[in-house]
């Protein structure tokens, strides 16, 4: 038999799945936005969802939006910024889910003054939301992982954390997610021997309630340099945290996906 029909007779002809059935996701920020999105996208793939959000009444209403469509979740408040309240989450979730499969680190806030503006408070606000709420949220679930030998984190990062900011993030915001991609690589070197996957999704700019803020000369500026001719939508970002959760992803670590229309494509 010639040797090119040799790796098609042995391949593994199994159809590629993105089904997570029996899987358990917990996604911060996930009352609104992009993280609701996700939330969605994963329990529509058959996740179980814990939708984690600073405010436990808009939490509760995610999860009872969801719960609406056959999806199990539950609603849970935290403050990602208190190493406590994230270890608290975690217990929370696996007590009434049983185990956490799938980290969704989505929480997070921009500031956008010049560097000389931010007040040392401020710099120190946006690195416990935006990055120091990735390590609480990784530190915390990793344990739980590592015993069941499989887990998949997944951080929203940024284009500001590679261009150095831009015109929704100064370079205290850049700083933030500049780690958090540096912490997602670290994470995929550290947990791979384990069955386990880091990797950090880079959005640009994206239709949010965030964005929104945008001037629409600005909005014109960034849109001219995307090659689709379009901002992202939060549907978009699902998209890829679903592959990324997924058996279809499970070769893929330490990547920082940018889901941003072109945007870094130099």
């Known amino acids: 038999m010639p040797s090119t029909l040799v790796g098609i007779t042995t391949m593994n002809t199994e159809p590629i799945s993105f089904d997570l059935h029996g899987r358990n996701a917990l996604v911060t920020g996930a009352a609104r936005g992009i993280g609701y999105a996700v939330a969605l996208a994963l329990g529509q793939r058959g996740a179980a969802v814990a939708v984690c959000?600073?405010?436990?009444?808009s939490a509760?209403?995610?999860a009872a939006a969801l719960a609406e469509q056959g999806i199990r979740a539950i609603g849970l408040r935290v403050d990602v910024s208190s190493e406590e309240q994230v270890a608290e989450m975690v217990r929370a979730t696996i007590a009434t889910l049983g185990s956490?499969?799938?980290l969704v680190n989505n929480a997070?806030?921009?500031s956008t003054a010049p560097l000389l503006e931010v007040s040392a408070a401020e710099w120190r606000r946006v690195m416990a939301i935006d990055l120091d709420s990735v390590f609480f949220c990784a530190k915390a679930v990793l344990p739980g992982m590592m015993d069941q030998r499989h887990g998949r984190i997944i951080n929203l990062a940024s284009a500001a954390g590679k261009r150095g900011g831009g015109l929704l993030g100064n370079s205290c915001y850049a700083a933030a997610k500049g780690g958090v991609i540096a912490l997602t690589k670290g994470l995929a070197r550290e947990a791979g021997p384990y069955g386990i996957t880091a990797n950090a999704i880079s959005p640009a700019l994206t239709d949010t309630e965030m964005t929104s803020i945008?001037?629409?000369e600005?909005?014109?500026?960034v849109l001219a340099d995307m090659p689709l001719g379009r901002a992202g939508t939060p549907r978009d970002i699902a998209g890829a945290v679903c592959f990324l959760a997924s058996e279809a992803g499970s070769f893929v670590t330490g990547?920082?996906?940018d889901v941003d229309g072109g945007f870094m494509r130099d």
């Open 218 to 221: 600005g909005r014109a500026r």
């Open 100 to 102: 956490i499969d799938i």
């Open 108 to 110: 997070g806030i921009c």
């Open 60 to 62: 509760e209403r995610a």
């Open 255 to 257: 990547e920082i996906m």
């Open 214 to 216: 945008l001037a629409p």
């Open 53 to 57: 959000d600073l405010d436990l009444e």
